[in-house]
Nanobody, 123 residues
Framework: QVQLVESGGGLVQAGGSLRLSCAASGRASSSVAMGWLRQAPGKEREFVAAISYSSANTYYADSVKGRFTISRDSAKNTVYLQMNSLKPEDTAVYYC????????????????WGPGTQVTVSS
């Protein structure tokens, strides 16, 4: 079992930055791939970024490449999403996700979810 809790969301102006954090706990939390998905009002949930359990591999949606950076601190069982140059279209609820393999995160079907944190970018 893996429990996930996000933090760091909020309101920011376009062009600004935010850093999301996700703390993982549970027996398997140190050996899972982790990532972020998001869902904007009226839209389907979409993949944002993922990182392998070893941190050797990272993956990004085209819409955030060059602006967002995913990283993890294995000692703290925490994954981060540094979001720069934010745009109004980045407004969404951001969900931390975990799974034994990253492809399931990248395909929007992770086994574990957090409750989500709201990110609002004003124009």
């Amino acid at each position: 079992q893996v429990q996930l809790v996000e933090s760091g969301g909020g309101l920011v102006q376009a062009g600004g930055s935010l850093r999301l954090s996700c703390a993982a706990s549970g027996r398997a939390s140190s050996s899972v791939a982790m990532g972020w998905l998001r869902q904007a009002p009226g839209k389907e949930r979409e993949f944002v970024a993922a990182i392998s359990y070893s941190s050797a591999n990272t993956y990004y949606a085209d819409s955030v490449k060059g602006r967002f950076t995913i990283s993890r601190d294995s000692a703290k069982n925490t994954v981060y999403l540094q979001m720069n140059s934010l745009k109004p279209e980045d407004t969404a609820v951001y969900y931390c996700a975990a799974d034994s393999i990253s492809p399931r995160i990248r395909s929007n079907t992770p086994y574990y979810w957090g409750p989500g944190t709201q990110v609002t970018v004003s124009s």
